[in-house]
């Protein structure tokens, strides 16, 4: 069933896009992967994936958000999830204003990046109705 | 109860009831805050009264309609950018778009609830920003009482911290998980990149120490007469492995001494962080030129390299703490993002200045600029 699904990863941390790239391929689904905020955009014009996955720090503070902005304008039912660093949960933000962007352009599920993978395997199904 | 002072800005006066119905009862607490904080509800039905409100009265938030019949919000918003006010802006429009919820936070506002609102949405947004506002007095209430909490830092430096310890957990995981076979040789690039992780991460450590104790004063500063070139010469012969691993030249050029009254080891920052970015961000076969001259009673160290270059936008926010320069070019460069914002502040303390002139592809030049009290030659002679 997972088969045949793909999920675009966005991350400009090269090791932490390999490792995502590595569990994500291990639960069975393909994989297309970018460094940049503007190689997923290139991507998206041409490519439609199941589900994407975006860091939110890209080239600029809000990266994930335009990517999640554009992405959304292009295929309204492709699930989102957005990755972060940061504890959401501290309820200190790096950046306030992400804090109020965050409310008006929505992804469908904010992680934290140390997510174990089983449980991002569980959420990606979950998004996926697998 | 303290009691936040909110001015309802809409030409609907249905509009301004209902706010005021919404929020009459409403108030803010968490287990952190010892006070339970509620709001004062005010109104204005144009944006020319709202100013008037605002300039006569202490207020918190302003909740602001767009489209009004006379000047509009956006002017408001201008308005209280221009006069510095203690005040936030919440932004409330029918036009739901994002290049209006753009502006407006561009312009200053914090927030932006899309019209029509339930009264969960418009509580929501109100309670975000009361903690915003809670938050931010008692950082400034910290800071006052001399303890350095900066909880904006604090927070981004988690951030820089832990990138490269989920991606070192990461691939200690896969070791763990022998998630490449049981030879160990298929796991020499993780260790390769294990290793370049935990560097930068002692890299990010020691930026952030040179950091904090600039910033704390706790630093014993010993203001001597210093020779500049000769701590030139010495960042240069410790960055040449550095440099030749990346076929760079560097020249120093100018005077042969110059002395002025500095920390030998603030100055040894200032070149080391100017000479290594020199190197860094060069092309292959590149040259860095470091010149020091006196100059009217300054000293003037430039540092040019051949290097990638910056865009304007690039360059304006270069000095800030923690701002890495992220693009196809710099990708694989890495840095802790704190070392043209140490020497800022250093340069600072010496009431110097610094400037930098950048061209993409061409090269960026930097330019320090120190008020030498004591100097070799003419400007010696001439203070006698």
């Known amino acids: 069933m997972e088969e045949g699904k793909t999920i675009l990863l966005v991350d400009d941390d090269s090791d932490y896009l390999f490792q995502l790239d590595h569990n994500i391929k291990k639960f069975g689904f393909q994989t297309i992967s970018a460094e940049s905020q503007k190689e997923a955009e290139e991507i998206l014009k041409t490519t439609k994936p199941d589900l994407a996955i975006f860091d939110l720090m890209m080239e600029n503070d809000d990266s994930g958000f335009i990517l999640c902005y554009k992405a959304r304008q292009k295929y309204p039912d492709m699930p989102i999830i957005i990755a972060t660093a940061v504890a959401s949960e501290t309820g200190i933000s790096f950046d306030l204003h992400s804090e109020s962007e965050r409310k008006w352009i929505k992804a469908d599920l904010y992680l934290e990046k140390g997510i174990r993978p089983d449980q991002l395997h569980r959420e990606i199904n979950k998004l996926l109705k697998i | ?384």
């Open chain 2, 1 to 384: 109860m303290e009691k936040l002072t909110v001015l309802v800005v809409d030409d609907e006066a249905g509009i301004r009831s209902g706010i005021e119905r919404i929020l009459r009862k409403f108030s803010v607490d968490y287990p952190f805050m010892d006070n339970v904080i509620g709001y004062n509800i005010e109104s204005a039905p144009t944006g020319e009264e709202a100013i008037s409100f605002i300039n006569n009265n202490q207020t918190d938030i302003v909740l602001l309609d767009n489209k009004l019949p006379g000047i509009q919000g956006n002017d408001v918003l201008e308005y209280i950018n221009q006069k510095q006010y203690d005040t936030y802006v919440i932004m409330i429009t029918s036009h739901a778009s994002l290049e209006v919820a753009v502006k407006a936070t561009k312009n200053g506002a914090y927030d932006f609830v899309p019209k029509p609102f339930t009264p969960q949405e418009l509580k929501a947004a109100l309670e975000n920003l009361t903690r915003h506002i809670f938050l931010k007095r008692m950082t400034s209430q910290l800071n006052k009482e001399g303890k350095q909490i900066r909880f904006q830092f604090l927070s981004v430096m988690s951030h820089e911290l832990k990138a490269p310890i989920n991606a070192i957990e990461g691939y200690i995981k896969m070791m763990q998980n022998r998630e490449f076979g049981n030879k160990m040789d298929e796991y020499d690039e993780i260790i390769t990149r294990l290793k370049k992780r935990t560097e930068s991460m002692r890299g990010l450590i020691m930026d952030m120490l040179d950091l904090t104790q600039i910033e704390s004063g706790k630093k014993k500063r010993e203001l001597a007469k210093t020779d500049i070139v000769k701590i030139a010469n010495s960042a240069i012969d410790m960055m040449k492995p550095f440099a030749i691993q990346k076929d760079v030249m560097i020249h120093l050029h100018g005077n042969d001494e110059l002395k002025m009254q500095a920390d030998p080891d603030e100055l040894e920052i200032i070149l080391n962080n100017l000479i290594s970015n020199a190197i860094k961000y060069n092309k292959q076969g590149g040259k860095v030129d470091c010149n020091i001259r006196a100059n009217k009673g300054f000293a003037t160290i430039t540092v040019s390299d051949t290097g990638i270059g910056m865009n304007k936008t690039e360059q304006a926010k270069l000095f800030n703490e923690f701002v890495r320069i992220k693009n196809e070019k710099t990708k694989n460069i890495s840095g802790s993002g704190l070392g043209l914002s140490i020497v800022k502040k250093l340069v600072d303390m010496y009431n110097g200045d610094i400037n930098v002139c950048s061209k993409p592809e061409e090269g960026s030049s930097f330019t320090v600029i120190l008020p030498a009290y004591t100097n070799t030659g003419e400007e010696a002679s001439n203070k006698k």
